[in-house]
């Protein structure tokens, strides 16, 4: 078909036309597929100079900077880094990574579900359990370079009354421990063993009423672990079946028994083997309603609170766009 051109007296094909805006087209998506990504670091800086020092280098030394256009911003206060996410979100931020243990994943997190914004984790807590599920393991430059090559992934989030977490909720006993070592100044391996050595010997198993998508259990319990994902921090694996992917709950109950028993079964959860304790339930739910007397020890990725109302536990499936190292799936 010819077309004339009034203004020139000249006369092109409509398919001249088209060919002749192909390469702009083509040049311009290239350019955008191809321009650096943002990413923004959301670090808390109560978690020392060094490590803040150490970040930076990190990045300056391993991220790949033709992809990234990056910026570092630091936490005032708790409930800080929430907002800070929200503003990298409004700001146009792709990736907006928390640097920090499960408590600050949960922060960031929370401001990203439901949007397009995806999550990238570094490992700079006590546990790191979600870190290390995931695949990028406890050392911060290998976790860097993991993030270059890493791939965009969809998990599932839980709701507790409407606040969210992404890996473990729990209920009891490691409710308690959560509450114990909150504020405190000495973190690690072995200040987190010794609070849950002296929880584990005060704490006092309560009669509960579980509710499993309709399906009620009415247990004497001392801990019940509402998981997404299988592990607490230093590989200690609290729900073995439970995935990031899947739409359920891995709800684990361990129920009452000699004081001494759950200490023994502390070495079956670095073997994946917690479910074979006599004491140990395991179920698997979307909503999950749990009923007790009195106030409930919570804590919600490793975040110590106190509640006294009904607990309302609900999982939302592919919640969360979160960054996985290329060598690790959210289903292994």
């Not at 004081?259 to 079964?265: L, S």
């Not at 607990?311 to 060598?327: G, M, N, Q």
Request: one cysteine or more.
């Amino acid at each position: 078909m010819l077309r004339t051109d009034y203004n020139s007296g000249s006369k092109s094909t409509a398919n001249n036309d088209m060919q002749d805006s192909h390469p702009v087209i083509k040049n311009e998506l290239l350019a955008y597929l191809l321009r650096p990504r943002r990413i923004v670091f959301i670090v808390n800086p109560k978690a020392g100079t060094n490590l803040q020092k150490h970040i930076r280098n990190s990045i300056d030394n391993h991220l790949n900077h033709k992809k990234f256009e990056y910026g570092i911003w630091l936490t005032k206060k708790a409930g800080h880094a929430s907002k800070l996410a929200s503003k990298a979100v409004k700001e146009g931020y792709e990736y907006v990574v928390a640097v920090g243990g499960d408590g600050s994943i949960n922060e960031v997190a929370s401001a990203l579900i439901g949007t397009n914004a995806i999550l990238g984790v570094i490992p700079a807590g006590s546990g790191n359990g979600l870190a290390m599920h995931l695949g990028y393991g406890r050392d911060i430059d290998e976790a860097i370079k993991k993030l270059n090559t890493a791939e965009e992934k969809s998990i599932d989030c839980g709701t507790l009354n409407g606040r969210h977490f992404v890996n473990i909720a729990g209920v009891g006993f490691d409710g308690l421990v959560s509450n114990m070592m909150k504020g405190s100044h000495w973190r690690g391996f072995l200040p987190y063993f010794l609070k849950s050595v002296e929880a584990g010997l005060s704490y006092t198993s309560k009669p509960c009423s579980i509710q499993l998508d309709g399906e009620i259990l009415e247990r004497n319990c001392f801990a019940i672990s509402i998981a997404n994902g299988p592990m607490y921090g230093y590989n200690f694996q609290i729900a073995p079946d439970a995935l990031l992917d899947d739409g359920f709950f891995e709800v684990v109950i361990m129920k009452d028994a000699p004081r001494w028993q759950y200490f023994a079964a502390i070495p079956s959860m670095l073997t994946n083997k917690i479910y074979q304790a006599d004491f140990v339930e395991h179920y698997r739910a979307k909503k999950v309603v749990i009923r007790a007397e009195g106030e409930q020890y919570i804590h919600l990725d490793g975040e110590g609170m106190v509640i006294s109302e009904e607990l309302h536990f609900e999982i939302t499936p592919s919640a969360l766009r979160i960054l996985v190292p290329k060598v690790k799936s959210v289903e292994s």
